[in-house]
T-cell receptor, first 116, second 114 residues
């Protein structure tokens, strides 16, 4: 049963520390999205990639966040330095481009980040 | 501008009754897809149903149906015969095929009452 895999599932860190979240998209999917979910803001799009190329990262605070896809099986989201306001659940989702099937996104289980 | 609007922060429904969750969207792209996702308290995001902008028929998946009114730009989710396990957050989403962007609404919290 193919699924999107995210690590870590839970991370507690102190303000100022670097945090790296990893995502393994479903094999064959060519689009990857990173979302952040908080009670106040709901689901916010941080970045998305198509065929490993970043297409939109306008939702990401550029001074501290970075997202990359070093290869087709790995997407990373890095926060450096982390701040308490970064505390949230970070979701990775993958899918095909909209030209194939329904184009729905398949979500990972999320990485819960707590910055103290 | 908000692309997806869900105006019901919380809804209650009696078990076995039907419930409609509202969703309106905003796009000038002629090609788009509309989605509903369920997020139970465990946190995972579960895809429920899809409607393409060119589909003539309303989508149905088991107890879920999507009431698609293109002229009104609405894509309401109808859950028939509600079950206790339907209690969750429900998100409406739109994918614009130009630019491949994916937008989510703020969600509706559904509680099914025994």
């Amino acid at each position: 049963d193919a699924r999107v895999t995210q690590t870590p599932r839970d991370k507690v860190t102190e303000m100022g520390q670097e945090v790296t979240m990893r995502c393994q998209p479903i094999l064959g999917h060519n689009t990857v999205f990173w979302y952040r979910q908080t009670m106040m803001q709901g689901l916010e799009l941080l970045a998305y990639f198509r065929n490993r190329a970043p297409l939109d990262d306008s939702g990401m605070p550029k001074d501290r966040f970075s997202a990359e896809m070093p290869d087709a099986t790995l997407a990373t989201l890095k926060i450096q330095p982390s701040e308490p306001r970064d505390s949230a659940v970070y979701f990775c989702a993958s899918g095909h481009g909209p030209e194939k099937d329904t184009g729905e996104l398949f979500f990972g289980e999320g990485s819960r980040l707590t910055v103290l | 501008a908000q692309k997806i609007t869900q105006t019901q922060p919380g809804m209650f429904v009696q078990e076995k009754e039907a419930v409609t969750l509202d969703c309106t969207y905003d796009t000038s792209d002629p090609s788009y897809g509309l989605f509903w996702y369920k997020q139970p308290s465990s946190g995972e995001m579960i895809f429920l149903i899809y409607q393409g902008s060119y589909d003539q028929q309303n989508a149905t998946e088991g107890r879920y149906s999507l009431n698609f009114q293109k002229a009104r730009k609405s894509a309401n989710l109808v859950i028939s015969a509600s079950q206790l396990g339907d209690s969750a957050m429900y998100f409406c989403a739109m994918r614009q095929f130009t630019g491949n962007q994916f937008y989510f609404g703020t969600g509706t919290s559904l509680t099914v009452i025994p």
